[in-house]
């Protein structure tokens, strides 16, 4: 059994190098604390995330598609994580049950307010009714694609760390709006897989696999997920599919438009199977060989 300092329970994150480095040293062996989060709190896949804010700088470092690529996803309030190492630039290693990764992902100090020492359950995902979640995924039309993100209102904490950030990058650098499985997890509250990795298997399997767009038509049912490796659509009703998406060969190039958008279900799937890069329907996702060529129908509510 682990020699906690009864002084840790319910306590912030030291701050001076001493304890810092007693603190790393006592968690060192796997015995992480725990920690609730209250606000959106953003994580990372880069430890040097800080310089992507402007840390040493005025301006945000984006990638060539504009976005701040180590961003990872966006934890929702009440989430819980366990820190496994407190770092320089009070840059924090975590995991948690919420999101899954295969490498080490990171946050922010600041969204941290008190740790414990005794295991915290994790939080309860209450789901909106169907009516609200297709509402809401209505109500955020023309908003911007941003791979990794699954928020409408951001992280506005950010521009409190990140004080030195230009104004007209505020709005980016809060990391609001979403990318395809994003808009779907943020809806649900969190209900629903975060990566296409994982919504490919999530739920029941719909038997489209042979069918015509007609006879897929005819299956669908509001919240279906229409998904692929690496995108994402979802059934608003059988006639009307909702996405986020970007024209990745060409961001600015408004004859594609870029973010959340509606389509004619048929149209749609007319395209997907049919036009320039077809899909096939298929009922269980081959993953064996890694396809680009199928596509899945998922019921899970």
Not at 187 to 214: K, Y
């Amino acid at each position: 059994m682990i020699n906690w300092p009864d002084s840790w329970e319910h306590t912030e994150l030291p701050n001076t190098p001493s304890e810092i480095a007693r603190f790393n040293s006592t968690i060192h062996h796997g015995h992480w604390p725990y920690t609730k989060l209250w606000r959106m709190t953003p994580v990372f896949r880069d430890v040097h995330f800080p310089k992507h804010f402007g840390e040493g700088h005025d301006w945000l470092m984006l990638d060539k598609w504009h976005q701040i690529d180590p961003t990872e996803t966006i934890l929702l309030p009440g989430s819980v994580i366990r820190i496994q190492e407190l770092m320089k630039d009070r840059v924090v290693r975590i995991i948690t049950n919420e999101y899954h990764s295969n490498t080490p992902i990171y946050t922010h100090a600041n969204f941290i307010e008190k740790i414990s020492i005794q295991p915290i359950l994790d939080r309860v995902k209450n789901i909106p009714s169907r009516v609200r979640m297709i509402y809401s995924m209505r109500n955020q039309v023309w908003k911007r694609y941003i791979w990794w993100w699954n928020s409408q209102a951001g992280v506005p904490e950010l521009l409190e760390i990140y004080r030195n950030i230009s104004e007209w990058s505020r709005e980016l650098a809060m990391l609001k709006w979403f990318d395809c499985s994003g808009l779907l997890y943020w809806a649900t509250n969190g209900n629903t897989p975060r990566n296409t990795s994982e919504l490919i298997d999530f739920g029941r399997a719909m038997d489209i696999e042979g069918r015509s767009v007609e006879e897929i038509m005819d299956l669908i049912e509001p919240l279906d997920i229409i998904v692929w490796k690496r995108h994402c659509l979802i059934a608003l009703d059988r006639w009307e599919i909702i996405e986020s998406s970007v024209n990745w060969s060409n961001e600015w190039d408004f004859s594609h438009p870029n973010g959340v958008r509606i389509h004619s279900t048929e149209a749609f799937l007319r395209e997907l199977m049919h036009g320039k890069n077809p899909r096939h329907p298929t009922n269980i996702y081959p993953w064996k060989y890694m396809t680009n060529e199928a596509f899945v129908v998922r019921r899970w509510w």
